[in-house]
């Protein structure tokens, strides 16, 4: 008898794989309050990195939603992400920019990085345009180079932090859902053009995004080993969005800056730093607004 009535109490206390998870309705409510909160109906997102909020600068006809406004949205905490929702238009297509994201170093679950993501799916966006700053792992890289994703090694999911881990709401998207087209080959290709038709030439790369956990840079073994293993980059984001964003069925293009070179050599004094992260950003804004402004152009005309 003692035996099933700690099976039956063991019954009304087991936790919830849900804990950091919302509902789809929940879901629903944030839309609710976005659309109360602005006319736009986006059909593309872009998510802003590291010392890229400026893409933010392109839109026009804004409304910009503080995160703090918008019920179970996490906040930004880092410096060089304002924490905002702006929507807008931009080259006819209306948009939602992210400025600001989310980080799994500032303590949030890796399902909490990604709500956005999902909320954006309801908004009606189709197609997600992820960009980070990053470091660059591959000895051909120069700081300021900008390199297309076609790929990415995810670390932290690789050893148990994957933002679909726990229950799976089929709404969404599979249970197990495939990721080697993760990164459109289309918009690949049409990132591809339109970069060069505009003057992009040896400072366009095409390579792998490796995810870390950070905030930690990365120690020399460390880096060695992300090259090791087919990195051409790496950094602190960009994975759990865009898995989140390849779940529930929608296109995606990465862009990362390369801010830095990730030390290799154990004779080096120098260190890399977030200051320096930022600045190079700043340096290298307007190639990337030029870039990510006409390759929405392109997808509104294909639209
Ligand atoms: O990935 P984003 O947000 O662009 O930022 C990158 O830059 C910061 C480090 O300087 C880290 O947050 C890293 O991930």
Redesign the pocket.
Known sequence: MDALDGMSSRKTTRPTCEQFRHSFEEYDHIVNVLRASTGHRPSLAII?????GGLADLLTDTDSIEYDDIPFFPIST?H??VGRLVFGMLNEVSVVCMQG?F?F?EGWAMQNIAIPVRVFKLLGVQTIIV????GAVNPDYKVGDIMLIKDHINLPGMIGANPLMGLNDARWGPRFPALSLAYDRQLLQLARKVALGIGFGEDLREGVYMMVS??T?ETVAEARAGRILGADCM????APEVIVAKHCGMRVLGIS?I?NIIIQQYDRDDE???QE??MI?QQRAANMQLLVAEVVKQIGHQA
Do not use: D, K
């Open positions: 802003c990195g590291s010392g890229l880092v060089g992400h994201r980080h170093y960009t980070n700053a990053s950070g905030p840079f950094g602190m984001s960009t800056l801010t890399p730093n977030h992260v930022l950003g």
